[in-house]
T-cell receptor, first 111, second 110 residues
Framework: GESVGLHLPTLSVQEGDNSIINCAYSNSASDYFIWYKQESGKGPQFIIDIRSNMDKRQGQRVTVLLNKTVKHLSLQIAATQPGDSAVYFC??????????FGAGTRLFVKA | DVKVTQSSRYLVKRTGEKVFLECVQDMDHENMFWYRQDPGLGLRLIYFSYDVKMKEKGDIPEGYSVSREKKERFSLILESASTNQTSMYLCASEDTGELFFGEGSRLTVL
């Protein structure tokens, strides 16, 4: 029979606006967090990471915020561009070999 | 730049067929991984390898096996493909926590 997958959370923003993508992680022992971007037809690509001894890290147009108290991670994209349209995954790692991925958020950028 | 190459982008197989998915990385990374990606479920780890001839089960190893005969090559094997293995398969190599992914292999099992 037909199987129906879960729907991805989506975020739609106007070009030029800032985007905030949120993620709740599961393991309080996780000490390394990464955001990946996956464009259509491609594998995920690293955007930015943060270790648990930090609460904020900035890259080029992107900022990651970590709130360990509530186990929350966010990715902020400044001046969102059409090329930012993609699925964004947060991922957590406890220092071992396994990286645990979230379900992903689809970002649509309206021109 | 790290390059992870998956040899087949699209495959269509029949139920019961044996399927090989090949992955090669060119950065001499120790660790390699196979994930499957399904809508709304994110990436789920099937198997990983931290050295030649070494392998560890991930979260969903049932119905799969792997082979790591050379450091640069990590193969995923479906001994007898089933329709519920229709999915996108992603190979990755890892360096200090960062995963480098291939473009993916979309497998359809009829």
């Amino acid at each position: 029979g037909e199987s129906v997958g879960l729907h991805l959370p989506t975020l739609s923003v106007q070009e030029g606006d800032n985007s905030i993508i949120n993620c709740a992680y599961s393991n309080s022992a996780s000490d390394y967090f990464i955001w990946y971007k996956q464009e259509s037809g491609k594998g995920p690509q690293f955007i930015i990471d943060i270790r648990s001894n930090m609460d904020k890290r900035q890259g080029q147009r992107v900022t990651v915020l970590l709130n360990k108290t509530v186990k929350h991670l966010s990715l902020q994209i400044a001046a969102t561009q059409p090329g930012d349209s993609a699925v964004y995954f947060c991922a957590e790692n406890t220092g071992g070999f396994k990286t645990i991925f979230g379900a992903g958020t689809r970002l649509f950028v309206k021109a | 730049d790290v390059k992870v190459t998956q040899s087949s982008r699209y495959l269509v197989k029949r139920t019961g067929e044996k399927v090989f998915l090949e992955c090669v990385q060119d950065m001499d990374h120790e660790n390699m991984f196979w994930y499957r990606q399904d809508p709304g479920l994110g990436l789920r780890l099937i198997y990983f390898s931290y050295d030649v001839k070494m392998k560890e089960k991930g979260d969903i190893p049932e119905g799969y096996s792997v082979s790591r005969e050379k450091k640069e090559r990590f193969s995923l094997i479906l001994e007898s493909a089933s329709t519920n293995q229709t999915s996108m398969y992603l190979c990755a190599s890892e360096d200090t926590g960062e995963l480098f992914f291939g473009e993916g292999s979309r497998l359809t099992v009829l």
